[in-house]
């Protein structure tokens, strides 16, 4: 099922009743989630995220714009009638239910022509436990599974009724960190058994970039950019954008583009055939720069951190807006550490620009 | 680890004294002076012992005349205020506006005094030379006979009494329930209404587990509250309860050592301990099924 979100918009009162204006938790937000994909929802706390996942849910009603499921629009449909599945942060599950009693609980709730049997219901029961591979813990009740089963309680009974549309709301932010990994995987995999429509809450880039085939990256409840992780990150639309994915981050240095040159300081360090005169934001990813006793940009080196697999560069410069400037580099690579500085050649497929004002990207 | 435990009681000790010389001592007084026949507090004597006050108290009419009422209070207001009472706090916990000042107002019942209330209670039943109450005006106005509900036939004075009784036990109540109401998380309804889970389902299969700790805290209480119900009568039906056939089994207990009639401790004491083997039975019988029913690890 195909999800359409037209001019969506929520508009919230503020809290504080003496000020009239509203909070806009989410602006004009236009997006087609095509049928079976995952898409990752990703922004800092607070940009309307979870805002935008109760809209699709029907747990709040937009102030302006529609919602489409297929050709349908459920806008003024109650949560209920839409059919959709969602597993809530803190995965609620009834805590005087057993695993098999939660999982069942949306079944029993059919009514009319959709009324199941018993039989039915203890069948598809434990094809949604087997999916999330907790059929062995039928009988335990919330209290006595760890974070993880409980999340996977939750997916199960949010899939057992076969929803149309699938939300999870910041479905990994309550595991650890390597049960985390674990269920990322867990719930790409079970996405790709069921082939339903799947949104997903997070402010974990990483998370968003690993599993979805489509990430929204948002802010202040607007929408930044959307695409496929890879194409978001090597192509980013602005600098918030830049910023948020990726980590080590991307280095941002304040710099300038004077006759068709771009400048960090003093040094000019790629040619910008397109781009105007100005003042702009330039931003390198970590793993953007070639050391090079020639290269165009010289910083402060401050130490290094050897991984094994990549060592990690960790240098300084006046221009720099991050607290210190990493650059990953091969392990081979031999730096004296001795030396004050070091010279960087820089990959301009690693190097973007962006108008110091707006800070969207400039093209170059 | 001796000296630890030598250590810990002795910190007891002044709690163990104080219980010790009023609880346990005249706990086991009572549980003596049960025994012993015709026993005088002036002087300090008894004709025998044996079973005969118990026997004297079981055969006593106006005990069982008290047995009887108390176990008609209890058996109609422990359900129907804890059903009321519900009902009341999640009207309550459903409306926004206006929800601080009903909640006052069905918080005032617990602080008003009792005598107050009892007051109130005449005006609305008590049968004057001026006025038949309220109550029968009410009753008049939508064609019925007046009752004279506190001098009058048994089932009116019970009725009363049962009203009174729900009323005043009423505010506790709802207070533990509201706190109850609003300690369930607000995702496990949010959860249910994406399943479309019919609201009657919503209250039994979610709201009724989640609270159920509380419900069954305020059954149990409750009981114990309404077999040691006295006062509400008195201040019904005055301090005479044995001849309005209205008394207690507090009552009894009460009037044998201290009312008109009283004098007996020895009929008084048999009369307690009944009292509290009747209360321990049913508190253990409360705890039983609740063991069974009530959700553990909310």
């Not at chain 2, 207070?175 to 609003?182: E, K, Q, V, Y």
Request: with cysteine; glycine share 8%.
């Amino acid at each position: 099922m195909k999800v359409v979100l037209d001019k969506l918009t929520k508009r919230f009162p503020n809290r504080n009743k003496k000020i009239k204006t509203e909070v806009t938790a989410v602006d004009n937000f236009c997006f087609e989630i095509p049928d079976g994909t995952l898409v990752g929802l990703l922004g800092p706390s607070g940009c309307g995220k979870s805002t935008t996942l109760n809209l699709i849910s029907g747990l709040e009603k937009p102030t302006e714009g529609r919602v489409f499921f297929g050709d349908t629009d459920v806008t003024d449909m109650a949560p209920e009638d839409r059919g959709v599945g969602l597993v809530f942060q803190n995965y609620a599950l009834y805590p005087h239910l057993t695993v098999q009693q939660n999982i069942m609980f949306p079944l029993q709730n059919f009514r009319g022509e959709r009324k199941l049997t018993k039989e039915v219901m203890l069948e598809k029961t434990l094809e949604a436990a087997k999916l999330v591979q907790i059929d062995g813990l039928m009988e335990r009740k919330p209290n006595e599974l760890s974070g993880g089963q409980q999340q996977r309680v939750a997916i199960a009974r949010a899939l057992v009724k076969a929803p149309k549309v699938l939300l999870l709301d910041e479905p990994l932010s309550n595991l650890d960190a390597r049960l985390r990994l674990q269920t990322r995987e867990e719930i790409r995999r079970i996405q790709r058994e069921t082939k339903v429509t799947t949104i997903f809450v997070t402010h974990d880039q990483e998370e968003a970039m690993s599993i979805s085939d489509l990430i929204v990256v948002m802010k202040d409840g607007r929408v930044h950019q959307i695409g496929k992780p890879q194409e978001v990150y090597d192509d980013p639309a602005n600098l918030f954008v830049a910023k948020f994915l990726g980590t080590p981050p991307i280095n941002v240095f304040k710099g300038r583009v004077k006759k068709h040159m771009i400048y960090i300081g003093d040094n000019a360090i790629l040619k910008a055939e397109k781009a105007e005169d100005g003042d702009v934001y330039v931003g390198i990813r970590p793993e953007g720069f070639i050391p090079d006793e020639k290269g165009e940009l010289e910083v402060s080196l401050k130490g290094l951190e050897v991984m094994g697999r990549d060592t990690t560069i960790v240098s300084d410069h006046k221009d720099c807006e991050n607290v210190e400037i990493r650059s990953i580099v091969s392990a081979e690579t031999r730096i004296d550490t001795a030396a004050g500085s070091i010279r960087f050649k820089v990959k301009p497929a690693k190097t973007h620009i962006f108008d110091a004002e707006s800070g969207e990207r400039i093209y170059y | 680890m001796k000296k630890n435990n030598l250590k810990g009681w002795l910190y007891l000790l002044p709690a163990i004294i104080f219980l010790g010389i009023f609880m346990i001592y005249p706990l086991i007084d009572v549980l003596i002076y049960s025994f012993e026949e015709g026993y005088n507090f002036a002087s300090q004597t008894h004709n025998g012992t044996g079973w005969y006050n118990y026997s004297y108290v079981l055969h006593d009419t106006y005990f069982l005349q008290a047995l009887k009422n108390t176990f008609i209070l209890v058996i109609i207001t422990v359900p129907l205020s804890t059903g009321t009472a519900l009902l009341i706090a999640m009207a309550l916990s459903s409306i926004k506006k206006l929800r601080e000042l009903f909640q006052t107002v069905f918080f005032l019942p617990y602080v008003t005094n009792t005598l107050a209330v009892g007051l109130v209670f005449m005006i609305l039943f008590k049968k004057t030379a001026y006025s038949d109450g309220m109550v029968n005006l009410l009753i008049n106005f939508f064609g019925g006979e007046s009752v004279d509900f506190i001098d009058g036939p048994y089932w009116a004075k019970m009725l009363v009494l049962c009203i009174y009784t729900v009323w005043i036990v009423m505010p506790f109540k709802i207070l533990i329930l509201t706190g109850a109401l609003a300690s369930v998380k607000d995702d496990l309804y949010k959860a249910a209404k994406i399943d479309s889970t019919p609201k009657w389902r919503v209250f039994t299969r979610i709201t009724l587990p989640m609270i159920s700790p509380m419900i069954f805290y305020l059954v149990i209480t409750g009981f114990i509250g309404a077999f040691k119900a006295y006062s509400d009568a008195v201040a019904l039906f005055g301090t005479d309860l044995n001849a309005a056939q209205m008394n207690t089994l507090v009552g009894y207990i009460y009037d044998m050592l201290y009312g008109s009639s009283g004098g007996y401790p020895s009929y008084a004491s048999a009369a307690a301990l009944i009292l509290f083997c009747i209360v321990l039975t049913i508190t253990c019988i409360n705890l039983m099924v609740s063991k069974k029913s009530v959700v553990k690890g909310v």
